[in-house]
T-cell receptor, first 118, second 109 residues
Framework: GAVVSQHPSWVICKSGTSVKIECRSLDFQATTMFWYRQFPKQSLMLMATSNEGSKATYEQGVEKDKFLINHASLTLSTLTVTSAHPEDSSFYIC??????????????FGPGTRLTVT | SQKIEQNSEALNIQEGKTATLTCNYTNYSPAYLQWYRQDPGRGPVFLLLIRENEKEKRKERLKVTFDTTLKQSLFHITASQPADSATYLCALVGAKFYFGSGTKLNVKP
């Protein structure tokens, strides 16, 4: 099956610094990728839709200047958490629909990145 | 806005029994409904997809039903095994994905 990787798997940073998280589709191309965050025992909350070659689409309530998304190629999307604060500590997960399939088909999820801001 | 409800309490069952998980939703008419499995500290893994015009879908020991009138989906695991222990998420799929908070299943040997 399709594989999506994320890097790093976990990161600890100091308050006020920026952190970049990478999401790669390893064996297929993804013109669209999705970024989620998940708090313990809670649902995945869609943050934004990353589109290759164009600007990301952010969900209501998500600060686009704080969560910068860049879809640099058909296999790579990055999420940068700028000026991180402790409340940004969470589990960040990306996903992509399999190549050639519409977004309504199954999503292939990355393993997630645990961000802790101290 | 759409609301998705999954039983927040863990479901504890004995190995070999059938596990049934429920997903109820309101204020939405999804074209598809999907079920995912999520293990601790990992991303979700796709299990099954069912379309709005389908009543039931099966895959090995898994069965999903979709009742658009009741706005409910049931997810069954037959002959459950301890390895089935995980959190199971339902997702409503239209223009976007909306996930439930998941139900944790514990299968005891």
């Amino acid at each position: 099956g399709a594989v999506v990787s994320q890097h790093p798997s976990w990161v600890i940073c100091k308050s006020g610094t920026s952190v970049k998280i990478e999401c790669r589709s390893l064996d297929f191309q993804a013109t669209t990728m999705f970024w989620y965050r998940q708090f313990p025992k809670q649902s995945l909350m869609l943050m934004a839709t990353s589109n290759e070659g164009s600007k990301a689409t952010y969900e209501q309530g998500v600060e686009k200047d704080k969560f910068l998304i860049n879809h640099a190629s058909l296999t790579l999307s990055t999420l940068t958490v700028t000026s991180a604060h402790p409340e940004d500590s969470s589990f960040y997960i990306c996903s992509a629909p399999s190549s050639g399939r519409p977004a309504s088909y199954e999503q292939y999820f990355g393993p997630g990145t645990r961000l802790t801001v101290t | 806005s759409q609301k998705i409800e999954q039983n927040s309490e863990a479901l504890n069952i004995q190995e070999g029994k059938t596990a049934t998980l429920t997903c109820n939703y309101t204020n939405y008419s999804p074209a598809y409904l999907q079920w995912y499995r999520q293990d601790p500290g990992r991303g979700p893994v796709f299990l099954l997809l069912i379309r709005e015009n389908e009543k039931e879908k099966r895959k090995e020991r898994l069965k999903v039903t979709f009742d658009t009138t009741l706005k409910q989906s049931l997810f069954h695991i037959t002959a459950s095994q301890p390895a089935d222990s995980a959190t199971y998420l339902c997702a409503l799929v239209g223009a976007k994905f909306y996930f439930g908070s998941g139900t944790k299943l514990n299968v005891k040997p």
